[in-house]
């Protein structure tokens, strides 16, 4: 149980520098995220990104939101591993 918290602690701690180094690369260009719940971060990110057009801030920085342009700007909810997918119907043998 320790070593899970201890890793969970370690993983915390590097999402949230990560998350810093993020809105500290935006500042330098007057981009400013403000205070954001943690879920809408990386959709908040690549929004800027967008708006500001800026081809060379976008590559440094997308690999780092974990996402790249499927997020979900369009609302739609990110699939993975943590979410079941609807179960495909069973077809009958013939």
């Not at 990386?42 to 057009?53: I, K």
């Not at 939101?65 to 079941?84: D, I, S």
């Amino acid at each position: 149980m320790r070593t899970t918290l201890t890793a969970r602690m370690q993983l915390v701690a590097s999402r949230l520098q990560i998350e810093g180094t993020i809105r500290g690369l935006l500042k330098v260009y007057g981009l400013k995220i403000g205070a954001i719940h943690r879920n809408r971060f990386a959709a908040r990110v690549l929004e800027l990104l967008e708006m500001a057009a800026l081809p060379d801030l976008s590559a440094a920085i997308e690999p780092y939101c974990g996402c790249g342009k499927q997020c979900a700007l369009n609302g739609k909810q990110r699939t993975g591993p943590w979410r079941r997918r609807p179960a495909a119907p069973m077809l009958a043998a013939a």
